[in-house]
């Protein structure tokens, strides 16, 4: 390659990636970029087919494209623990992290990548249930990679001569490595700024994780633990610092509560008791008779010792119990002998069908979606398996939802960086006049003019450009030598 042509191959590739990197910057706003261009562009909701829908207009709270959708993913870590949860406003949250091994990491890093967005930076919540390593082993390795904005610790001091934990005095210490790391790294600043870290405290209303609005309004709340000593020092139940925690959309619900044992879990049961004759108004009176969840996580990876009857029954109503799944997190053939017959005994005995009961080391990934179904309701997937819930609000174009129908997004958790942002309701007060419309994508054929295909196909255009101005450049440099 004669100088003249390196020359122009060099700026020419020089421009192509300068080029690629502003387009790959230009993701970001990829939206609004869409819309300013004209890609996407509001048209009247009748007739449009659901599958092009990507948003309604304001005041419309309804689309198909699963941004109303929850996601909670049991991920197969082994003999372990360890949750992703895609909320219906956009946010995650991680919920433990299994052991400190190189294959709980690659289970945890595989499942990120192949599920979550390739853009992925950050949770915006994560939560340690307890200081024992199959819950915080890897939690270190996950949140040094994806930090988290809000973080939520056990009430028990990280305790090393190399690491002074930031709670200062707690009423227990432990000192294991995995504990320390994964305690350090929920401290972890994002992007310089300090993120948010709450010693895991039922009676602490504010630390209710409230989001959404209208369809997306979501509720995760924490019952216990309901006490500061688990244990002496020397002999300390470490798995009854785990809270015992319920996620709420839609009248859906999945309950949760790391490794909690017989002490943790009966202080729930006598609170929950006592709020039926206290007198006082407070989350505990939610546990009506009627109450039923649907999905419960057992406790301790299915020990005998930490799914109890009355817990169980607290959760679950006779009516509802049919469609209850109750999902296990355990290894194949793991040394405990996780599930223990008993706690599936117990899990049978009230009601709990056997096809409903999941467990990781059978299952692997167990994930559920609370979405709407083709009759405009929100329904419980699980697979191809759904389950209506007949309380659940029916979304159609006639009967569409405001922030309002569900709840006031003034009790929304100051932590939420995406609060501003709520849609408000257009004017007009007939609903019945109220034009509804719908965002879709321009297409080309059957291929959606979105702008991460605009941009990479011009870009295409722009590399084959190049390559013929460089071989063209070659040849004009050398008939200009022959005439000479």
Not at 166 to 194: C, F, H, T, W
Not at 196 to 209: A, F, G, L, R, W
């Amino acid at each position: 390659m004669n100088k003249s042509k390196k020359k122009i191959a060099i700026i020419d590739v020089i421009v192509l990636v300068v080029l690629a990197i502003v387009l790959g910057v230009s993701m970001v706003w990829s939206r609004d970029i869409e819309l300013g261009l004209g890609l996407l562009y509001y048209v009247d909701a009748d007739g449009v087919d659901e599958s092009d829908i990507v948003t309604l207009s304001s005041g419309v709270y309804v689309s198909a494209d699963d941004s109303t959708s929850l996601k909670v993913h049991f991920v197969d870590v082994g003999q372990g623990d360890c949750a992703i949860i895609e909320l219906p406003d956009g946010k995650t949250m991680l919920i433990d992290g299994g052991e400190r091994y190189s294959a709980q990491q690659k289970a945890i890093q595989k499942f990120i990548d192949d599920t979550l967005p390739s853009d992925f930076k950050y949770f915006d919540y994560a939560i340690l249930t307890h200081p024992d390593s199959d819950h915080c082993g890897s939690l270190s390795y996950v949140l040094d990679k994806y930090p988290a904005r809000v973080c939520y610790r056990p009430n028990v001091k990280a305790k090393s001569t190399e690491f002074t934990d930031p709670a200062g005095e707690l009423p227990r210490y432990k000192d294991s490595a995995a504990y320390v790391n994964a305690i350090k790294s929920m401290y972890k600043e994002i992007d310089g700024q300090p993120n948010v870290v709450y010693i895991t405290d039922p009676k602490d209303e504010s630390q209710t994780i409230t989001g959404g609005t209208g369809n997306s309004a979501y509720t995760f709340t924490f019952y216990t633990p309901l006490s500061d000593y688990y244990g002496s020092q020397s002999s300390v139940s470490w798995n009854d610092y785990s809270p015992i925690m319920i996620l709420d959309y839609q009248g859906y619900k999945f309950a949760m509560s790391g490794d909690a044992e017989e002490k943790n879990l009966g202080e729930f049961v006598a609170k929950v008791n006592a709020a039926k004759t206290d007198g006082v108004t407070d989350k505990y009176d939610a546990f009506t008779d009627d109450y039923c969840v649907n999905v419960i996580k057992a406790g301790h990876h299915g020990s005998e010792n930490a799914t109890t009857l009355d817990y169980l029954n607290v959760l679950t109503a006779p009516d509802g119990v049919e469609n209850v799944y109750s999902v296990i997190s355990c290894g194949a053939g793991n040394k405990y002998g996780h599930p223990h017959s008993a706690a599936l005994d117990r899990i049978k005995a009230v009601g709990i069908l056997d096809e409903n009961v999941l467990r990781t080391d059978e299952a692997g990934d167990i994930s559920f979606t609370v979405r709407v179904d083709e009759d405009g309701a929100y329904s419980l997937y699980c697979g191809d398996k759904k389950t209506q819930n007949p309380n659940a609000p029916v979304i159609t174009p006639d009967n569409p939802q405001t922030p309002d129908d569900n709840n006031n997004s003034d009790n929304n958790n100051s932590d939420n960086p995406d609060d501003d942002k709520n849609t408000e309701k257009p004017n007009g007060d007939d609903p019945e006049n109220e034009k509804i419309q719908v965002l879709v994508y321009r297409k080309l054929g059957s291929i959606k003019l979105k702008w991460a295909v605009v941009a990479w196909v011009s870009y295409a255009v722009v590399v084959l450009a190049a390559a013929v101005h460089i071989v063209l450049s070659g040849n004009e440099k050398g008939n200009g030598r022959r005439k000479r």
